[in-house]
């Protein structure tokens, strides 16, 4: 089965989790760190899950699946292992063309979640299409090892350059030939070794500008310990 990597924009949209246990948990803290608007469906909740009820991170409905459920939500995630319910929830999102990830049960998904790294705006997603959940964990620890915070540090740096760039109104060839010539250097790497001076050195040349180069300054500011 071939599914097509996408990236959802979910701040605000209704998200349904099904189920209150470890694995819900997990599916939650992912989908309130895109700030979508989250429900659990379930008769209990566990520890994790009832303290952010308790905080209003998330609406709780206690009681167990009844169809209609999925009525007006954009993505539902199943995190039971009720076969007769995963069935039943499969039913109704294939007939309200409603996006569907059964937690470990890829027969039911017409969404994939993968693992992902997060480090600000930067994401890192893979997927084994659900043949090997333990494999994609796996290329995440390693990635997670490889992609520090210094990259949240040099994604703030690249967008903002970005807007600087684009306000001068050049042709977008000359555009696209300075982001290309601004990404060749190891920023993530100076960044790392705090090495701002050739941050700078490398964004005089190949941006330039007083304001160029004081947005650098914001960012090794903001990302100073």
Same mark, same amino acid.
């Given at each position: ?46 520890? #994790? ?8 991170? !998330?609406?709780? /409905?206690?009681?167990?699946? =009844?169809?209609?459920? @999925? %009525? ?71 990635? #997670? ?8 540090? !040099?994604?703030? /740096?690249?967008?903002?350059? =970005?807007?600087?760039? @684009? %306000? ?58």
């Amino acid at each position: 089965m071939g599914f097509f990597p996408v990236c959802l924009q979910l701040a605000g949209r209704h998200c349904l989790v099904i189920g209150g246990g470890e694995v819900a948990a997990r599916k939650v803290e992912g989908l309130l760190a895109c700030q979508a608007a989250v429900t659990v469906l379930s008769p209990q909740l566990s520890a #994790e899950l009832a303290r952010l009820h308790q905080q209003g991170e !998330l609406a709780w /409905l206690a009681r167990a699946y =009844r169809e209609g459920d @999925l %009525a007006g939500a954009f993505l539902v995630i199943a995190a039971t292992d009720d076969e007769a319910v995963q069935a039943r929830i499969h039913a109704e999102a294939e007939a309200g063309n409603i996006l569907l990830n059964v937690a470990d049960v890829p027969k039911w998904c017409n969404v994939i979640l993968p693992a992902v790294v997060r480090r600000g705006d930067l994401s890192v997603a893979i997927s084994t299409g659900g043949a090997s959940p333990a494999l994609a964990r796996k290329l995440r620890r390693e990635l #997670e090892q490889r992609f520090g915070p210094e990259y949240d540090a !040099l994604l703030q /740096l690249l967008a903002g350059l =970005r807007c600087q760039v @684009l %306000a001068e109104g050049c042709d977008h060839r000359e555009n696209r030939t300075r982001f290309h010539r601004l990404v060749e250097a190891d920023l993530a790497g100076w960044i790392k070794d705090g090495r701002w001076d050739l941050v700078r050195e490398h964004v005089r040349a190949t941006v330039g500008g007083a304001d160029a180069l004081a947005w650098v300054e914001t960012i090794r500011e903001r990302f100073s310990v």
